[in-house]
């Protein structure tokens, strides 16, 4: 075909005012956790969300596939799950969590949902499609362009954890990979769509932000995520324990350059836009066991118990089974018994959204959904911190 006689801008035009409030849904909550599209509703977070990020598609074969074909658009809703009150039909051309969306929209017509890729354990296809971006480029369009849902989607976002370092896997395609496959989905997703990416948020010398240049990436990219939150955890069995979400550093903190600011800064200082980088907040904890010292940096002897994995627990829980007490470094925390959590508070997301508005950040993101109160207290708390 002819090449287009006007060649698309590089930069996509900015976003309409307003600072973005986006949050994951997680795919797999259908099931143990039992959240639905429905909950954004009921808990009156679509209202004050802009962007839903649908978390994950796969990266298989350096192309972009589907992740659960029976949560996104097979399982069938009754009437009572359903955002509108209306059952789906065995013959209807989708069900699933994409037909709950579509209604969502309709219902929430400022509402963007984007389809994130990647992620933890399902980013290792991306060093295949750093071999051919534009195949794979085309891939994820003519997937998330799919006649069945397109209305549904307003463009992709890249979760590659991590482009030329170690994640569950290890990438090693070189500093410009992640930029030469964000370019290729610019490029054929057009300017008009949303292209976005969570990336690393380690601030230290050397570390994952300097393995690739997220700057170079960012002219593509309507807005970039640091996953600001995951620092420190019972990965570390034995502790030190340590707060997974701090703002800032503090005294015997037990990594540099491993607090919210530092990658903020980092990236700044690389020459991103402050309005194009969401500060990331979690909506669970952290914690450990075998616990006795209060304060951050005691010793432990494994994970603390969590609902669905070991050393993690939602806010919903958290809040009152072990109530915050402490804060340190912008970030709260308590022990209860021999356990000991950090996570974020209405009152802590509250002093980390009026730095993002300090930095002149483009809004907030979080993980994820199902993680907030039935009321929706936390996404109340980014929404009016960034009033």
Known sequence: TAPPTTPPPTTPPPDPGGKKVVGYFAEWGVYGRNYHVK??????????????????GNTTGGRCTIGDSYADYEKAYTAADSVDGVADTWDQPLR???????????MYPHLKVIWSFGGWTWSGGFTQAAQNPAAFADSCHRLVEDPRWADVFDGIDVDWEYPNACGLTCDSSGPNAFKNVVSALRTRFGSSALVTAAITADGSNGGKIDATDYAGAAPHLNWIMPMTYDYFGAFNAQGPTAPHSPLYSYAGIPQQGF?????????????IPA????????????????????????TATGPAPGTYEQGIEDYKVLKNTCPATSTIAGTAYAKCGSNWWSYD?????????TYAKNQGLGGAFF??????????ELIGAIKGGLG
């Open 259 to 271: 607090w919210s600011d530092a990658a903020i800064q980092k990236l700044k200082s690389k020459g």
């Open 345 to 353: 508070t209405p009152s802590t997301i509250n002093g980390k959204m």
């Open 275 to 298: 309005s194009k980088l969401l500060l990331g907040v979690g909506f669970y904890g952290r914690g450990w066991t075998g616990v006795t010292q209060t304060a951050p940096g005691g």
């Open 39 to 56: 909950n954004i509703h009921t808990s009156g977070s679509a209202a004050k969300l802009t962007h839903i990020l649908y978390a994950f």
């Open 367 to 376: 993980w994820e959904l199902s993680g907030d109160t039935g009321n929706g």
């Open 96 to 106: 699933g969590s994409f037909n709950q969306l579509r209604k969502l929209k309709k």
